[in-house]
T-cell receptor
Framework: EDKVVQSPLSLVVHEGDTVTLNCSYEVTNFRSLLWYKQEKKAPTFLFMLTSSGIEKKSGRLSSILDKKELFSILNITATQTGDSAIYLCAVDFIQGAQKLVFGQGTRLTINP | NAGVTQTPKFRILKIGQSMTLQCTQD?????MYWYRQDPGMGLKLIYYSVGAGITDKGEVPNGYNVSRSTTEDFPLRLELAAPSQTSVYFCASTLSGARSSYEQYFGPGTRLTVT
C-alpha cells in the first residue's frame, strides 16, 4: 500500500528558529512530491520536487528530495509567526491520472 | 479568476439525510478531485474526474457519489449521511496530463457535521 509519513506531527518553536520538517514515502512508480501549507482553510502550494538532490527555494523556505532514501525535507529559516500552519506532504505516483497520497501533516507553531 | 469555489461553507445534517456539495472551477482544468480531511489528519481522496463524463473512485468512496457533466462543475453527493462523514471536504482541480504532475488548486472547503 502506498504510504506517506510525516514527522514530527507537531512542533513548537520560537520566532527566529530554523525548523526541518520530514516526509518519507513508500510508493511504487514515484512521479513527484509536493509540499503544501495549510492555514485556516485550503492548502496552498509550496513546492513540487521530481528530481533527486535539486533544492527548490522560495524566500526562507527550501526543500530537497532524496529518491534513493525515499524522503524529502522542508526547511524554514528565521521563522515568523506567520509560518504557523499545518505543512502537508503529498506524493504523486505514475498510474495515469494524477492522484495524490497525503501524509498526516506537521502542525508547526511559532511563538513570538 | 475566482479559482475553485465551494458551497456551502458549513452544513449540519441529521443522520440519514442527503445533500450535495457544490464545486466549480473557472480555470478550464480537466482534472478535478474531492478530498476529506478529518481532524489531525491529511487529506484522503474520495473521487476524482479526468474530464467531463469520466469519474473514478479514490481511496474512500463509500457513501458518496459524483458526476461531471461539464468541465467546470464537480458536485459531490452524500446519500444517507452518517456521523463518520463528519469532516471538512475540499474540492481541487489541476490542468494535468497522464505523464506529468502539476499543482492542485484547492477550494476553501465545506465543514460538514452529521449528528
Amino acid at each position: 500500500e502506498d504510504k506517506v509519513v510525516q514527522s514530527p506531527l507537531s512542533l513548537v518553536v520560537h520566532e527566529g528558529d530554523t525548523v526541518t520538517l520530514n516526509c518519507s514515502y513508500e510508493v511504487t512508480n514515484f512521479r513527484s512530491l509536493l509540499w503544501y501549507k495549510q492555514e485556516k482553510k485550503a492548502p496552498t502550494f509550496l513546492f513540487m520536487l521530481t528530481s533527486s538532490g535539486i533544492e527548490k527555494k522560495s524566500g526562507r523556505l527550501s526543500s530537497i528530495l532524496d529518491k534513493k532514501e525515499l524522503f524529502s525535507i522542508l526547511n524554514i529559516t528565521a521563522t515568523q509567526t506567520g509560518d504557523s500552519a499545518i505543512y502537508l506532504c503529498a506524493v504523486d505516483f505514475i498510474q495515469g491520472a494524477q492522484k495524490l497520497v497525503f501524509g498526516q501533516g506537521t502542525r508547526l507553531t511559532i511563538n513570538p | 479568476n475566482a479559482g475553485v469555489t465551494q458551497t456551502p461553507k458549513f452544513r449540519i445534517l441529521k443522520i440519514g439525510q442527503s445533500m450535495t456539495l457544490q464545486c466549480t472551477q473557472d480555470m478550464n482544468h480537466n482534472y478535478m478531485y474531492w478530498y476529506r480531511q478529518d481532524p489531525g489528519m491529511g487529506l484522503k481522496l474520495i473521487y476524482y474526474s479526468v474530464g467531463a463524463g469520466i469519474t473514478d473512485k479514490g481511496e474512500v468512496p463509500n457513501g458518496y457519489n459524483v458526476s461531471r457533466s461539464t468541465t467546470e462543475d464537480f458536485p459531490l453527493r452524500l446519500e444517507l449521511a452518517a456521523p463518520s462523514q463528519t469532516s471538512v471536504y475540499f474540492c481541487a482541480s489541476t490542468l494535468s496530463g497522464a505523464r506529468s504532475s502539476y499543482e492542485q488548486y484547492f477550494g476553501p472547503g465545506t465543514r460538514l457535521t452529521v449528528t
